[in-house]
């Protein structure tokens, strides 16, 4: 098997965001982009949304949410 450097990032949007079919298109192109021009070809993306936090991600969302409703 061949060995591959993989990154990882998700994005959070609020539950009741209505996401439009294909929406994904352009973040994944974006990201795409971004990683290409400082020169590293992108083999593969994959994302959609569907995504899960971890557990420690979740406790870092519950804390920012938080914060938001003392200001």
Known sequence: MSKFKVWSCKIVVSDDADIPDGFDGPPRKAAISAVETVGFPVLACFSGWGGE?????????DEMKGERRQQ
Do not use: N
């Open 53 to 61: 936090l971890t557990e420690s991600e979740t406790e870092v969302m």
